[in-house]
């Protein structure tokens, strides 16, 4: 339980939103959750068409001449768990508990991004001891596979001037600019072949235990992408074995560094043994390179029931596959030249699988720079054609441009010094949040973007630091009571 952790009214309603089911595009119940949260505390609350939610409360007494703010925050999760966890995300509650300094679920995703956020968003409504101007509360649908709640959010909905954004995962750090993104799909058929004649091993190899993460926030981390890894292998290690490929799979978000991929082949009984030397000395090599950020990798060899594989690919498809995937460019491609140690351009190679007679690669790239976000998608386009791939772009989205004279940022950067004694660092985050499409139908909303600190989101290994949570309500509540402050 979290009830007992401060600030009560957000690890309760964090506690609450724990557990109930809501992966993207299946939150019916965390919808009913918030509406009836609403109703039963007498707040104003309306649903758009896009499923996003608006929540309206009047100023505190004696605030009813500030200006309105809006705090914003998505109401889904991403669901990952490890292999082997016993876990229903469209019906089973996370089980979270308290490890020390943070808050962790038991293999799972804890959901604290953006579930903390939320929590502080509707404690707002409901904590008496905090004082505001009218408030606004913007829930979006959606926002882990595409952003589909902002895209669809109409122009002249909310009525504030000013928006906060709990959905950034550094405390200490306030936000003022973001990545744009877009999303890049390639696909071509694949043709099948019958089973060699001397092909009498049915194997597995298994590439996991990565720590994955945020292909955002944690993408310069050079951690490993489990599907990159094992094409490196097949590529570069096993061709001196006469094997076939009869499937191939890795990842399952396109917004979250795979942390697993797995390849089924039928070989010799004769060549099993090269296979597992070279699988142990292809270990070997990437603990020598990744021992030290990823010290759980692991690539294990299984048996698989011989009826379970009927057929394998043709040799020229087997090929083409392996080569496209080696040389396809995955993580950083270049670092900002205007703000030190921030990401320009990346892209992560996030989900890998046949379906159908048909190879599916999902890309998700981002930039603060569209036109270096346009050159990464170029040089997929040119990659799918070199083997008459079929490609889709989709979902694009500009960045969020930096305002370094808005006045809720610099009464952030003032309240912030004022409570901790220190100067809250001024960032440009590597990942889509949602402000920079509420810039299109809001293009004179002055925003920020804050929240606690949140460690490797998007994997079983998230988790939020209790102490963060606590600065960040109380920098969040400082700025609500000083909206007198802000400049209209």
Request: hydrophobic share 40%.
């Amino acid at each position: 339980m979290l009830s007992h952790l401060n600030p009560k009214f957000v690890w309760q309603i964090f506690n609450d939103i724990c557990k109930i089911p809501h992966p993207s595009h299946y939150e019916q119940m965390i919808t009913k959750y918030i509406v009836d949260f609403a109703i039963s505390h007498h707040i104003e609350h309306k649903i758009d068409k896009a499923g996003n939610i608006l929540l309206t409360k009047s100023a505190t007494k004696g605030m009813e001449n500030c200006p309105s703010i809006a705090l914003q925050a998505h109401m889904d999760m991403v669901p990952q768990k490890n292999e082997g966890t016993n876990h229903d995300f469209f019906t089973d509650p996370i089980n979270a508990y308290v490890d020390g300094e943070w808050v962790k679920a038991k293999g799972t995703t804890l959901g604290a991004d953006n579930g903390v956020g939320l929590a502080s968003a509707l404690a707002v409504l409901i904590d008496p001891a905090v004082e505001h101007g009218p408030i606004e509360v913007l829930v979006t649908t959606s926002e882990e596979t595409g952003m589909h709640g902002a895209f669809g959010l109409q122009p002249n909905w909310l009525k504030s001037q000013f928006l906060i954004n709990t959905d950034s995962e550094d405390e200490g750090e306030i936000f003022t600019g973001c990545a744009g993104g877009v999303d890049f799909t390639t696909t071509f058929a694949v043709t099948y072949a019958v089973m060699p004649e001397k092909h009498d091993c049915y194997m597995r190899i298994s590439l996991k235990g990565l720590k994955g993460g945020h292909s955002g926030c944690d993408i310069h981390l050079v951690r490993g992408n489990a599907i990159k890894l094992m094409a490196r292998f097949l590529a570069e290690y096993a061709q001196d074995i006469s094997f076939r490929l009869a499937d191939i799979q890795g990842g399952s978000l396109r917004n979250a560094i795979p942390r697993e991929a797995f390849v089924e082949i039928t070989l010799s009984k004769e060549d099993l043994p090269k296979l597992k030397s070279i699988i142990e000395q292809y270990q070997q090599v990437l603990q020598n390179e990744f021992g030290q950020v990823e010290p759980s990798l692991s690539i294990t060899l299984s048996d698989v029931e011989s009826d379970k594989i009927k057929r394998v690919l043709t040799t020229e498809h087997q090929n083409k596959i392996i080569n496209w995937l080696n040389a396809a460019p995955n993580g950083v491609i270049r670092m900002s030249n205007q703000i030190h140690g921030v990401v320009e351009t990346s892209l992560n190679l996030g989900i890998l699988n046949i379906l159908d007679n048909q190879l599916n690669v999902h890309f998700l790239i981002r930039s603060q720079v569209d036109s270096s976000k346009d050159a990464v998608v170029s040089t997929l386009v040119s990659l799918s054609q070199l083997v008459n791939a079929n490609y889709e772009i989709s979902g694009g989205y500009s960045g969020w441009e930096p305002n370094l004279n808005s006045s809720l940022l610099q009464l952030a950067k003032d309240k912030y010094q004022e409570i901790f004694s220190q100067k809250a660092k001024i960032m440009v985050i590597h990942a889509g949040l949602e402000c920079g499409l509420f810039k299109k139908s809001y293009p004179d909303m002055d925003m920020i973007s804050i929240g606690p600190t949140i460690v490797s989101p998007h994997s079983p290994d998230e988790k939020v630091n209790i102490q963060s949570v606590y600065r960040y309500w109380e920098l969040l509540i400082a700025i609500l009571k000083s909206a007198s402050l802000l400049k209209k």
